[in-house]
């Protein structure tokens, strides 16, 4: 037996030097995976940096004296005849028969707009072109999928990410663009404006409304002020459980757009708040929570 273990004793060695050994390589060897996933994610931002700078300087210039106007007439006529406005005070969208009878109007109305030429438009006319192709887009991406309970469950290409926004549906310019382009890397860093929240529509009952007629340039301010205020004074904005204050995500989400502290988000909360909601409001500092409704803005 002291023979055998002494046999033994070398390939016990052998194999804890092996074990040993192999520890090293596996921490080598995640070592090496964790950097290069770190590089790759490093690139892959810095990709996206540029790509949204590029987005930014080319849709940018602008014409300040331009007097054009975009006909958004067809628009209107199919906002008449699918959005339904709901005694509960959302505004539901026809897709049904959308898909029977207007994608044909729809799909003209798209080229129309794709056809324009940003930079010679004033920047009001220009907010009102994205936003009015970000909507029709929408609904014509939905309509062409549907029934779907909701937008989130719409996939184009990519199955990695819920719903159309990331994939390029629309051309301006000779730029592809998806609907996260035309809303995160043209409108919000080129305006600026916290309203463009309430302007564009994601098709979900949480989402500020998609107003019963096109926004236009020489009425922009007025019908963006009532999209504001039309959504804070709506439960889908702003409510109360309780004493606490349950907001929006849409709040939380860009926070940095109105302001980026809850009490900033309140002050902006109180400007387009009705009295009621302002009477309840009054010395509120925090919010208690946010939350948003993904369901289908379908008419029913």
Request: net charge positive; aromatic share 10%; hydrophobic share 40%.
């Amino acid at each position: 037996m002291e023979a055998r273990r002494d046999i033994m004793t070398p390939q016990r060695n052998r194999a804890g030097r092996y074990a040993i050994h192999l520890q090293d390589w596996n921490r080598y060897m995640f070592r090496i995976a964790t950097a290069t996933a770190i590089a790759v994610f490093l690139m892959f931002v810095a990709v996206q940096n540029a790509q949204s700078e590029e987005l930014r300087d080319r849709f940018a210039p602008h014409d300040p004296a331009s007097k054009v106007t975009v006909d958004h007439s067809a628009w209107n006529k199919l906002l008449a005849r699918h959005l339904h406005v709901g005694e509960d005070g959302l505004n539901r969208f026809d897709y049904a028969g959308l898909k029977k009878d207007g994608l044909a109007d729809l799909k003209k109305y798209l080229d129309r707009l794709q056809a324009v030429k940003p930079e010679k438009l004033n920047r009001n006319e220009q907010f009102a072109f994205w936003t009015n192709l970000y909507n029709a887009k929408t609904v014509d991406v939905v309509a062409a999928h549907y029934p779907v309970k909701s937008i989130r469950d719409i996939r184009l290409t990519s199955f990695l990410f819920p719903g159309p926004w990331k994939e390029d549906v629309v051309k301006v310019s000779g730029a592809d663009l998806s609907l996260d382009d035309i809303e995160h890397e043209i409108m919000r860093p080129i305006w600026r404006d916290p309203r463009i929240h309430y302007a564009v529509n994601c098709a979900s009952v949480g989402c500020p409304n998609l107003l019963k007629e096109a926004y236009t340039g020489a009425t922009l301010d007025t019908m963006l002020d009532r999209a504001a205020r039309g959504y804070i004074n709506s439960p889908r904005g702003v409510r109360f459980d309780g004493k606490d204050i349950v907001a929006s995500s849409l709040f939380d989400w860009y926070a940095s757009d109105f302001g980026g502290s809850s009490r900033r988000i309140l002050v902006h909360i109180r400007k387009y708040a009705e009295p009621v909601l302002a009477d309840r409001l009054a010395g509120a500092t925090s919010i208690s929570d946010y939350e948003y409704d993904w369901a289908l803005n379908d008419k029913k």
